[in-house]
């Protein structure tokens, strides 16, 4: 499992990708096509033609960092295929990411934090 800390932005390309593209073309379609900073620390995940394959592109910093994953049963549940990207919250990529189904996730309701003192 590969945890995402709080803060840290998780793209979706919702359109699948040639998955022989390596680190570098995959920065340069995220650039290009997406309009997205690949240098910018976010985490970018891209789908492939077949639903039970994602790779996942990310700056650390000191390089790019490309990660393949292929589930051995089942698949992943992407969103529909449209053009551009798709924002996931850090659950929401967790849950993609262990082969769940993410839009049945939700994210902890903050508690309200009174202002003034009773």
């Known amino acids: 499992m590969i ?3 709080t ?13 022989r593209k390596g680190a570098h073309a995959l920065a340069a379609l995220a650039s290009e096509v997406l309009s997205e900073d690949p240098f910018s620390g976010l985490v970018i995940v891209f789908r492939a033609k077949r639903a039970d394959r994602l790779k996942l592109l990310v700056w650390d910093t000191s390089g790019l960092v490309l990660v393949w994953k292929e589930l051995q049963q089942g698949f992943f549940r992407w969103p529909p295929i449209t053009d551009g990207v ?8 967790a849950a993609l990411f262990g082969g769940l189904d993410w839009t049945r996730v939700q ?7 009174p202002v003034v003192a009773a």
Do not use: W
Request: overall charge positive; aromatic content about 6%; proline content about 10%.
């Open 7 to 19: 803060g840290v932005r998780v793209v979706v390309a919702t359109r699948p990708v040639d998955f």
């Open 86 to 93: 798709m924002k996931l919250s850090p659950l929401e990529f």
């Open 107 to 113: 994210a902890t309701k903050r508690i309200h934090k």
């Open 3 to 5: 945890g995402i800390p």
